[in-house]
């Protein structure tokens, strides 16, 4: 929670409402009909200061703390009941200004209502039903800022002996609170959509037939809409259906296809059919398999499946090296203004562009063994994602295109496993626990994917995973002048003490083509997760815990920089960085300077064409395990609390993100490259569950 300065005539504290009403209604028409009505709505409402708590959080972390003060106090000319906010310039940055300066009044408002028709047909064919519905969902939002002119100041002079102090004003404040109509903020979305149902469920002995259709139509309209295009309704249309065959509960087949019709294709594109097919065997209902293990198996599954699912949000963030927008009309030339009012080509027409297309094999297995004791499924899979939007940039320059056109020319396989499982036992009524597990490992590299003609081959994409960088191998720091003069050559004002890198190719310089895929990649490959509950007696211990793995973490040295506009020296930094008496070859952080680390070392700029560049000197593989939730509980005594008239009254207490275990320990792992981003909060509790 945030403090309100004693001299502001308004609060800047966080206060967040939410009111909140729900109705579901169920009536019975006839025997065989039955009408069923909900209706969920959400009142949010917000008002804390005008810059956010994150905000702040990194202005602060990027303001020296002895150039000024938060606030001065008064001095013999400036004594007037104000905030006196303290800066060094008028472009300096003050945190506790930026939060005490104004606040912001924003509310949402999010209604999602539904009616649906249910007719069984049993009198005629038994096990048939059929399902019509019609949903509305409207979402509101508005932002209006009421904000402040701060009072600026610096610290003119400061007599020692006397205590006495001389402030400077940078310029000159208004403590009235003022409205800037181009601050407010009014969006809008409405989406209605319907949906016809059939099911079907039949069984003649040893078969069982289970049927489903589905047809669905929905239509999307926003208040953003400020050209053509992004004004003009999305609608969307899909047919499914389902048939699956059962003999004697031991055998199963299914099929299933969905047709699927986008606004964003062209016309002989629009629709895209996706077919899939699964075969599941209970061989733990096979007689000969139940009589050998039935006190050990209790239950034992195979499954296999292949299908096909399309994807129609593509474009939407497909950006290249020239920050081309494809648009909502992907096959359409995307033509916009810029800012000096002349039209711009963002992408070019392409009608043969497709539905994205993934394709995935798995192989599952479920198991339950000694009556429930263990239980567990692990699935593994392998998806081929083709028709990937992507941008050509082989085209020849006679061609005389300002822009890479966009194409379906991707190709990306992952492959992987998912694990879940539990373990429960009662040791008697008053002693027993339950620990649920999970674990995830993926890993998807390219498979196909245009690339440069001229791009070095140990740069290319295929065979790489998808988020993997391509960067520079460091070898340590240049320990000595003589050292740099018999070294290749690097970009930038580099000195002893400032990092070298490898010369892949040879050619006596360090450039772009000695970049090489460095790492494992950004995104974790293996994500893993336990929780459990232990009861004893009336005590409860409830756990979660999550980590993760196979992913390597880049450190961005620019945003750590010291010193630079006016940012403050990492203590980290300080204690292990290069210096003539401490000639490591590979401590934190190269020599330190007043000017950013990527003008000695340009390579550290975190810039390219197609992915960021970066190096090894700042890249930690990095694993961690984070324990998410502690809470101890008791459970009152059923006698007295029926006495006043509850069912259940259990207090607890509870702790979030009490601890984390990591290799990495300048700052939360999940925070980020930078670590200047808001912590992750430690929260306490304390409550009561109640039962009536």
Request: charged share 20%; glycine share 8%.
């Amino acid at each position: 929670m945030l403090k309100t300065d004693r001299l502001n005539s308004f609060d800047v504290n966080i206060r967040n409402n939410t009111t909140a009403l729900r109705i579901n209604l169920n009536i019975d028409m006839t025997p065989s009909a039955k009408l069923v009505l909900n209706s969920n709505s959400t009142l949010d409402a917000y008002r804390g200061p005008l810059s956010s708590v994150q905000g702040a959080y990194s202005l602060a972390f990027n303001a020296n703390p002895v150039d000024y003060a938060a606030v001065y106090p008064a001095d013999a000319t400036y004594g007037f009941p104000h905030i006196r906010f303290g800066y060094e310039t008028k472009n300096s940055n003050n945190p506790y200004a930026s939060i005490q300066a104004g606040y912001l009044e924003r509310s949402r408002f999010a209604t999602v209502n539904r009616v649906e028709y249910i007719q069984n047909w049993g009198a005629i064919l038994k096990g048939l039903e059929t399902r019509a519905n019609v949903s509305l969902y409207k979402e509101a939002y508005y932002s209006t800022p009421f904000q402040t002119t701060p009072y600026q100041y610096r610290l003119a002079d400061y007599n020692h002996q006397t205590g006495e102090h001389t402030l400077e004003q940078l310029t000159e404040g208004d403590k009235n609170l003022k409205v800037d109509p181009n601050g407010k903020v009014t969006e809008g979305e409405t989406q209605v959509a319907g949906e016809f149902r059939v099911f079907y469920n039949g069984n003649w002995g040893d078969h069982t037939v289970s049927y489903t259709g589905l047809f669905n139509l929905s239509q999307r309209t926003t208040s953003t809409g400020r050209t053509l295009f992004s004004a003009i309704k999305n609608r969307n249309m899909g047919l499914s259906m389902r048939l699956s065959y059962g003999y004697k509960e031991r055998y199963y087949l299914e099929g299933s296809f969905g047709y699927n019709g986008s606004e964003r294709f062209a016309k002989h594109n629009r629709f895209g059919f996706f077919p899939s097919i699964g075969f599941s065997y209970m061989l733990s209902k096979e007689p000969f398999i139940a009589n050998a293990t039935g006190h050990w198996l209790s239950f034992l599954k195979v499954r296999a499946s292949y299908g096909k699912v399309g994807n129609d949000g593509i474009g939407d963030a497909v950006t290249d090296n020239y920050t081309q927008n494809v648009g909502r009309y992907i096959y359409l030339e995307n033509v916009g203004i810029n800012s000096q009012d002349q039209y711009v080509i963002y992408s070019y027409a392409n009608p043969t562009i497709q539905w994205e297309i993934a394709e995935q094999t798995n192989l599952g297995l479920e198991v339950t063994l000694f009556k429930g004791l263990l239980d567990f499924t692990v699935d593994f899979y392998e998806e081929i994602r083709h028709n990937i939007l992507s941008s050509r940039t082989i085209v020849p320059a006679s061609m005389g295109l300002g822009l890479y056109p966009f194409d379906n020319v991707g190709k990306v396989r992952s492959r992987g496993m998912d694990f879940s499982g539990k373990i429960q036992h009662a040791f008697s009524n008053d002693f027993w626990f339950i620990l649920n597990g999970t674990a995830t490992y993926n890993k998807s590299v390219f498979k196909e994917i245009e690339e440069a003609a001229d791009k070095p081959e140990w740069q290319g994409k295929v065979g790489h995973d998808i988020s993997q960088v391509v960067g520079y191998i460091a070898e340590g720091l240049f320990q000595s002048q003589e050292e740099i003069d018999r070294s290749p050559i690097q970009s930038g004002n580099y000195m002893p003490g400032d990092i070298r890198y490898r010369d892949v190719n040879g050619d006596g310089k360090i450039s772009i083509d000695d970049a090489v895929h460095i790492g494992y990649p950004t995104e974790p490959r293996f994500v893993y997760g336990f929780n459990g509950t232990i009861s004893y007696k009336r005590f409860e211990f409830n756990f979660a815990f999550q980590g993760a793995s196979k992913r390597s973490l880049f450190i961005e040295p620019s945003s750590l920089s010291p010193f630079v506009n006016d940012r403050a020296l990492l203590s980290a930094i300080w204690e292990d960085h290069w210096t003539p008496e401490n000639m490591k070859a590979n401590p934190l952080w190269p020599r330190l300077s007043t000017s950013s680390i990527i003008t000695h070392n340009m390579e550290e700029a975190r810039i390219g064409q197609e992915t960021l560049r970066a190096s090894t000197y700042f890249m930690r593989e990095v694993k961690f395990l984070r324990c998410q939730s502690l809470e101890l509980a008791y459970n009152l005594p059923t006698r007295w609390v029926e006495k006043i008239g509850l069912q259940r009254l259990k207090p607890y207490i509870r702790v979030n993100n009490p601890f984390l275990i990591s290799d990495f320990d300048l700052w939360d792992v999940e925070l980020g490259s930078s670590g200047f981003n808001y912590p992750i909060q430690r929260t306490y509790s304390v409550g009561i569950n109640l039962s009536f």
